[in-house]
């Protein structure tokens, strides 16, 4: 999150962290191979900057995969709405057993 803000030296963007200045040298060297950050040295002090156009083939990625989730989330909301509408439907309809029950209680008290 400090590239964000603009170049740092590696030891100010070490700092926060309790690890060895090597150990975070080799964090640094992952991110400048994957062109994520571009670093340079001038002296003893290596300042390092962030490259955002290595982002944007993950920034594409990301919205493709987006699309493909929302429209199977979509898909999925209205096979649940379905499921819904027939349990409701299924519970507002007497069943046939009492039908029977209750035409044959009214036979018997119009015959009586």
């Known amino acids: 999150m400090r590239l964000c803000a ?3 030296s590696v030891g100010e ?3 926060p ?3 060895a200045l090597p150990s975070f040298m080799k964090h640094i060297h ?3 191979t994957s062109g994520l950050v571009q670093s340079e040295k001038s002296g003893r002090v290596r300042t390092c900057r962030l490259s955002p ?3 944007v083939g993950a920034e594409d990625w990301f919205q493709q995969q987006r699309a493909i989730w929302e429209a199977r989330l979509d898909r999925f909301e209205a096979y649940v709405m379905q499921l ?3 349990k409701e439907r299924a519970a507002a309809k007497p069943s046939k057993t009492t039908d029977k029950t209750t035409s044959k209680t ?3 008290k119009g015959s009586e």
Do not use: P
């Open 6 to 8: 603009g170049e740092a």
């Open 13 to 15: 963007l070490a700092d």
């Open 84 to 86: 819904k509408k027939e």
């Open 106 to 108: 009214n036979k018997r």
């Open 17 to 19: 962290f309790e690890m």
């Open 53 to 55: 156009d290595a982002l």
């Open 30 to 32: 992952v991110l400048e």
